[in-house]
C-alpha cells in the first residue's frame, strides 16, 4: 500500500466573531512516508480540528497541507488521498459488512470485479473473512472497529486519519485493538496521524507523539522522549505523572550544576543541563525513579496517603511542605506503609529533568 509525506506548514483555524478562538496556531509538522504520528492533548488543544483540517472537513484560515509536495488545500475530502477512520465508526446501519466496506468503492464507479477483489481482500486482511453478510448491530466493537478500519483501508489511501477510536471500546478490548492497529499499520507501511486524549494509546502505538497545548505544538518526539524529556511542565505533567520540585542553582563547576534540592542539593553534570542558564529552576523527577526506605538514608517524609493496585503501591508523601508521589512496583508486605508513617526519600541524581526557570509555576 502507498503511503506518502505529510506536511502542515503554519497552519490555522480561527472560530468566532473576528477569528477570536485560534483552535489551531501556527502549526508546523512534517510527518514522514510511513511514519504513525499521534496528535495528543487535552480536550480543547486542538488535535481533532488539526485532524479534520488534514481530512479536509474544515478549511484553513491560512498554511498549507501538502501531500509529498503537492497542496491539497483546495481538494474536497472525496478527492484526497485519504481515509478517516471515526469515533462513532460511522457505519451504515442497514448495510451488511461487505456493502459498508464497498461503499467508496462504489460511489468511485469502480467495476463490480474490482470492488470485490478489493473487498474480500481487506476483510481477509482485517480478519472479517465470512461476516460480509452480517448487519453493524450483529457485531461486536471490536469487529465494528475492523469493519470501520476496512472500509478506511479498501480505498488504498496515502495516509490514514483516525480519530479517537478506539473510546467506545471496553479497556481489555481497546488494547488489543491497539496491538492490532500498530501491527496491521506496521505491515501496511501507511502514514498515519492518530488523534487520541490517552497517553497509554500515544506511547503504545506511536513511531512520534505530537503533544498539543491551546491549539500550538508544545513538544514532538519519540514516546522515550516526551516522557523522558520533556520540553515544559505542561508536557512533564500530561504524560504520565511527575514531582516538580522548585530549585536555584547553588554552583557550577566541572562536575556539572548543583542544584538546590529541599534542604540538600543534587549535582547533574553539565551537559545535560546546558539549557540552564539563569538561577531559577524547575526539577522534574517521576514517581517510579524516587527510592523510599526505612533506614535513614536521603530526605525524611511522612506518609499522606497510599493505595494498593495489586502491580503498584502508589505513595503521596510529605517532604519539608511538599507533597511528593512515589510508586513501588511489585509490592511486598514490607514495602506497604500507613498514612502518617516516617520514611525517607531518595532521589536518584540521573532521574531527573530540570526546565528552565520560565516553567516555575508561582
Known amino acids: 500500500m502507498a503511503s506518502a509525506k505529510l506536511v502542515l506548514e503554519k497552519l490555522v483555524k480561527t472560530f468566532g466573531s473576528r477569528g477570536a478562538v485560534r483552535a489551531v496556531d501556527g502549526l508546523d509538522l512534517e ?48 478527492k484526497r488521498p485519504m481515509a478517516m477512520v471515526f469515533q462513532s465508526y460511522a457505519l451504515f446501519p442497514h448495510m451488511s459488512v461487505y456493502d459498508n466496506i464497498a461503499y467508496g468503492l462504489q460511489v468511485q464507479k469502480l467495476s463490480r470485479r474490482e470492488i470485490g477483489g478489493r473487498v474480500e481482500q481487506t476483510m481477509e486482511l482485517m480478519g472479517l473473512t465470512g461476516m460480509g453478510a452480517r448487519k453493524p448491530h450483529e457485531l461486536s466493537g471490536g469487529q465494528q472497529q475492523r469493519v470501520a478500519l476496512a472500509r478506511a ?15 467506545n471500546l471496553d479497556a481489555k478490548l481497546r488494547e488489543q485493538m491497539r496491538l492490532e492497529i500498530r ?11 492518530y488523534v487520541t486524549h490517552d497517553q497509554a494509546e500515544a506511547m503504545s502505538l506511536s513511531d512520534r507523539i505530537a503533544v498539543m497545548n491551546a491549539g500550538k505544538l508544545e513538544q514532538i518526539g ?16 500530561f504524560i504520565g505523572r511527575a514531582n516538580f520540585i522548585k530549585s536555584r542553582v547553588l554552583n557550577r563547576n ?24 539563569g538561577d531559577d529552576a524547575l526539577l522534574v523527577i517521576r514517581p517510579e525513579a524516587v527510592v523510599l526506605n526505612t533506614a535513614g538514608d536521603g530526605f525524611e517524609g511522612k506518609v499522606v496517603h497510599g493505595v494498593y493496585l495489586g502491580a503498584t503501591m502508589e505513595y503521596e508523601i510529605e ?19 500507613a498514612a502518617g508513617s516516617r ?8 532521574s531527573f529533568h530540570v526546565l528552565p526557570e520560565g516553567n516555575v509555576q508561582g
Not at 183 to 193: F, K, W
Request: hydrophobic letters at 40%; one cysteine or more; aromatic letters at 8%.
Open 254 to 277: 566541572e562536575k556539572g550544576v548543583e542544584f538546590g534540592l529541599f534542604d540538600g542539593s543534587v549535582t547533574l553534570p553539565g551537559a545535560s543541563v546546558e539549557h540552564i542558564t
Open 222 to 237: 519519540s514516546p522515550s522522549e516526551i516522557y523522558r524529556r520533556p520540553a515544559s511542565a505542561f508536557v512533564a505533567d
Open 183 to 193: 501491527g496491521l499499520q506496521q505491515r501496511l507501511g501507511i502514514t498515519t496521524v
Open 343 to 350: 520514611i525517607w526519600l531518595e532521589f536518584p541524581a540521573q
Open 31 to 78: 510527518i514522514g512516508p510511513g511514519e504513525f504520528v499521534t496528535l495528543l492533548g487535552p480536550s480543547g488543544c486542538g488535535k481533532t480540528t488539526t485532524l479534520r483540517l488534514i481530512a479536509g472537513f474544515e478549511t484553513p484560515t491560512s498554511g498549507r497541507i501538502l501531500v509529498d509536495g503537492q497542496s491539497v488545500g483546495n481538494l474536497p475530502p472525496n
Open 319 to 337: 517532604v519539608q511542605g511538599q507533597q511528593i508521589s512515589a510508586v513501588v512496583y511489585d509490592p511486598q508486605e514490607e514495602d506497604v506503609f
Open 153 to 167: 483501508l479498501v480505498m488504498e489511501p496515502k495516509v490514514l486519519l483516525f480519530d479517537e477510536p478506539l473510546s
